[in-house]
Nanobody, 115 residues
Framework: VQLQAFGGGLVQAGGSLSLSCAVS????????LAWFRQAPGKQREWVAT???????VYADSVKGRSTISKNNAENTMYLQMDGLKAEDTAVYYC??????????WGPGTLVTVSS
């Protein structure tokens, strides 16, 4: 299984960005899909998770500004981020965990927020 994140780039503070994650297998194969990020010099941190049901949960740092979603037919997960802040600058990774607990990561996509 391969995951590939797309949509990173340079955006001004206060702007919006939509990330997508293409999954090479049916996303029904996974119990959860999630986004993580890693800012320069910091540890990777969890951003948001979407469950098979479609329910999403968010880290406090992005809650209210972000929406995680998925398209089952296209095997794609999304992260819409609004009101971007400089502290949102990071490499964003998508990940999937299957029902056996195996977790797969894709290469990240860089989001840079200019203040």
């Amino acid at each position: 299984v391969q995951l590939q994140a797309f949509g990173g780039g340079l955006v001004q503070a206060g702007g919006s960005l939509s990330l997508s994650c293409a999954v090479s297998a049916s996303i029904f194969s996974f119990s959860v899909l999630a986004w993580f990020r890693q800012a320069p010099g910091k540890q990777r941190e969890w951003v948001a998770t979407i469950f098979r049901s479609g329910d999403g949960v968010y880290a406090d740092s992005v809650k209210g500004r972000s929406t995680i979603s998925k398209n089952n037919a296209e095997n794609t997960m999304y992260l819409q981020m609004d009101g971007l802040k400089a502290e949102d600058t990071a490499v964003y990774y998508c990940t999937a965990r299957d029902f056996q607990g195996r977790q797969t990561w894709g290469p990240g996509t860089l989001v840079t927020v200019s203040s």
